[in-house]
């Protein structure tokens, strides 16, 4: 009898392995913390590259090379890696009603972009103060209706963007869970401005970081108003870029050129799907001290790799 049921045990043993090898999310089900990354892919001429493998990718931890324990594409699908994605819209007052009609049928075209995808959409709008207009959805039609009821605020006399994205972080920490059906969502922040942040309670570094906790890319899409131009005729980098906030998370700045702005979120959905989750277990699962782990991602067919942070610390 005792035979029989170590028998017994070892081929259910034999099964558990089995299946943990067919999962068709590569993850290895271990209680271990997966260490996770975000990375865009572009070629020479910036377009965005899509439908790449683990194996186009080489992970270097402190100087040694890594390999992928779970690698995810964004794919058309409702059962699809999952977005979540919150917009942080300005209504400080600088723009017009013409302005902002274009800019909400060009957010509806960018969502209607993403209705393919397993996508799920917050909105927020700041100018002297910061409140959220939508909680996190995946219905056009609630989410026109919410673009149809902003308005600018004439009396605004600041800008709070820092202190927005970071509200719009903590939406995304809290509302979204870092992992959906076993599969790690793309975390995101459009900013939608026309000016530069005035009057912010919370500083850029801790934006930085918080937005790098909480696995979440900003991006800004910076309108005409407020677009001055270089002698190149290139727009002048805004403070959101000089802070860092837009490299350091991964992110992106779109600049508006003209009066159409389809083409600016249609450019912006693409580099918003061709993203892809990288993660890998730490060699050793229980270590701790705080120390700070350097992590690279490389292209090795020799893309441009940008990646939402640029290493993780162990448990302090």
Partial sequence: MKEMFRAILLAASVFALSVIAQDPDGVVRVETQLIPFEVSVSDKNGNPVKNLQAGDFKIIEDGSERRADFFQPIVKSDTGRPMSIVFALDVSGSMTPQEMVRLHTAMQTFIGRLADYNSYFAVTAFGMHV????GFTNRPDKLKKTFDRLASDADGLSTHAYDAIDDAIRMIATKSPPKMNGRIPKRAVIVVTDGFPVGDVVAPATVIERANNAQTSIYSVILPS???????????PTL????????????????ATDKNFEDLFRSLAEEITSSYAIAF??????????KFHAVKIESTKGYLVKQNRTGYKDKP
């Fill in 281 to 290: 277990y730490p060699i050793e699962p229980n270590r701790n001290g705080g």
């Fill in 240 to 255: 959101l870029e000089v802070s860092g906030l837009i490299e350091r998370t991964g992110g992106k700045t779109f600049y």
């Fill in 226 to 236: 407020f677009s001055p131009l270089q002698r190149t005729n290139k727009p002048l």
């Fill in 131 to 134: 409140r959220t207009v939508q």
